[in-house]
């Protein structure tokens, strides 16, 4: 029996490193070991792999890179002859255990390809990509197109993998861009039997749901079909304004003015340090205000933001620029990244979120926020200054029709949702209890889903929590999982508690 616990290292400051702690290691992939080939495919042995942040590793007793549809069946093949677990991994920038086995990875980087758009008779385009494929490859793929094409949301680091995102449901700050899933039209995997199976609406509407946000437990994901924009539809306007909280979390109406202007805006975002300064111990009444206003005027030259100091003087998020600007969609989305293509993409940081249905008035999230804000104050001074690097972050999405989706609503799609981050730089001692603990009070009290990639696992009493939310979901799950994987191939310990 092989177990696929992750070393979850817990987070020590750098300066109380003992002499002889490891060297900081490179992130994602070590190839010390040789390589050998099997049926074409090459794969390493016994490698140390960690994810973006380092707060994870394995040594897996494989770790494949395939290239082509039969290098994926051959990968099946050989764990179904050895009885090994496989799960995929992209570019490790989750936090949960979710890519983590002990038996076989697949790294999925070198399954990039991306087909021509299409559009279909409705006028709608969409365009086939493999799960390898980075945000900014098809970024910049769709740019060439003639005409220009977009996501209409997506999520704002660049250097993100689409098999990644879509398996775990991932999401940018478009309020009606749901998920990025929940713009899919077709996805295809590579189940158990190493078998390919396409799932669309038309031919299995349940079915072609679970695969949508499929956590990896379907098989390996090989490629998707997504909708796109026509670039020329609209343009964002970002409009930065530091607001007072006084002035937004105080008094009987704030809830609704949050609400008026969460949904006149494409997107809203707030951004909150506790501190004014990034070193200073002053408390912090101000926040960051970040909206984006669909608009038709021509985008603007991003060079003019190239040379403005930072807007944050904190270092984990130097890259984020303020200022009215009209910017192409893919820029308003990805707002956090330099024009040398450095951004928050590349933070050592930890991330626990989670989403809740906001009451009619928005009057839960203006309870939670305030309340939250309290709590960061404390914790992040109460060891000064170890704890300083904490910020907090809350995007506003409509409901996700996709089932496993943290936001899903089965009865109300346009119940709009608040998605809140609890982020701290990776050394911030004490941090995993503290985050954990705040998602977990609001499981309680506002009927909270965490995020499956980010720090999840850790919250007291989790399992049982999320076993009695997704009940009927999980069934579902179940069921289509079944028919694809009914040796529990693709289940590895992040996923085994909640499945069984
Ligand atoms: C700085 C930073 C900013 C972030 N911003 C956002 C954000 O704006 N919005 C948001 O929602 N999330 C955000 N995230 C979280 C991030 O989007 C997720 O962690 C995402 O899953 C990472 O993709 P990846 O390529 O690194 O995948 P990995 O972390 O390597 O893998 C994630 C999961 O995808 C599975 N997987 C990957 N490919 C396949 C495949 N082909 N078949 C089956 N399973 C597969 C893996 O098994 C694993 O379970 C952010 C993370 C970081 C570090």
């Known amino acids: 029996m092989t177990t696929d616990n992750p070393t979850l290292d817990t987070p020590t400051p750098t300066s109380l490193k003992p002499a002889d702690a490891p060297i900081e290691q490179e992130p994602i992939v070590m190839l010390g070991s040789p390589m050998a080939i099997v049926d074409g495919v090459s794969f390493s042995s016994g490698d140390n792999w960690t994810n973006l942040a380092n707060t994870l590793s394995a040594q897996p007793e494989r770790l494949f890179y395939p ?234 030259d991003l060079e003019k933001l190239k040379d403005q100091a930072p807007s944050v003087d904190h270092p984990a998020f130097a890259a984020f620029k303020a200022g009215d600007i009209v910017k192409e969609i893919p820029d308003g989305i990805h707002f956090g990244i330099t024009q040398e293509g450095e951004g928050i993409g590349e933070a050592k940081i930890y991330d626990a979120s989670a989403g809740f249905k906001l009451a009619p008035d928005f009057s839960n999230f203006v309870e939670c926020f305030n309340d939250l804000v309290e709590k960061n104050y404390a914790f992040s001074t109460s060891e000064f200054p170890s704890r300083i690097g904490t910020c907090l972050e809350v995007r506003f999405i409509k409901a996700s029709r996709k089932m496993m989706s943290f936001v899903y609503d089965g009865e109300d799609e346009k119940a709009i949702y608040c998605m809140i981050n609890v982020l701290g730089a990776r050394e911030t001692p004490g941090f995993v209890e503290y985050s954990q603990g705040v998602l977990g009070g609001w499981m309680d009290k506002y009927n909270a889903k965490p995020h499956w990639a980010k720090l999840w696992e850790q919250i007291p009493g989790v399992i049982p929590a999320l076993r009695r939310e997704y009940e009927d979901r999980l069934a579902v799950l179940n069921r289509v999982r079944k028919t694809q994987d009914p040796f529990d191939m693709f289940v590895n310990d992040t996923w085994r508690p909640l499945l069984e």
């Open 67 to 300: 290239n082509t549809l039969e290098d994926l069946q051959v990968i099946i093949r050989e764990a179904t002859e050895n009885k090994k677990k496989v799960r995929c991994v992209g570019n490790g920038h989750s936090w949960s255990g979710t890519a983590i086995t002990q038996d076989y990875m697949v790294s999925i980087n070198g399954m990039n390809k991306i087909e021509k758009p299409i559009q279909g008779e409705n006028g709608e385009w969409t365009v086939t990509i493999e799960m390898g494929v980075e945000v900014k490859e098809l970024d910049e793929f769709l740019r060439k197109h003639d005409p220009p094409l977009a996501l209409a949301s997506n999520v704002m680091p660049t250097d993100i993998r689409y098999g990644g995102i879509l398996t775990m449901g991932c999401h940018g700050a478009g309020l009606d861009g749901r998920t990025v899933s929940d713009t899919l039209t077709e996805i295809t995997i590579v189940n158990a039997y190493g078998e390919l199976h396409i799932y669309s609406e038309a031919d299995d509407p349940e079915a072609f749901n679970i695969a949508s946000i499929n956590l990896g437990l379907l098989g390996i994901v090989y490629t998707a079909t997504l909708k796109l924009v026509p670039m020329s539809n609209y343009r964002l306007r970002a409009i930065d304004s530091y607001g007072s909280l006084a002035d937004y979390f105080e008094g009987p109406r704030a809830g609704l003015k949050w609400k008026e202007m969460v949904e006149r805006n494409d997107s809203t975002e707030i951004l909150y340090w506790p501190h004014s300064t990034f070193l200073g111990t002053e408390r912090n009444d101000r926040f960051w205000l970040k909206q984006w206003r669909r608009t038709l005027a021509l985008a603007e």
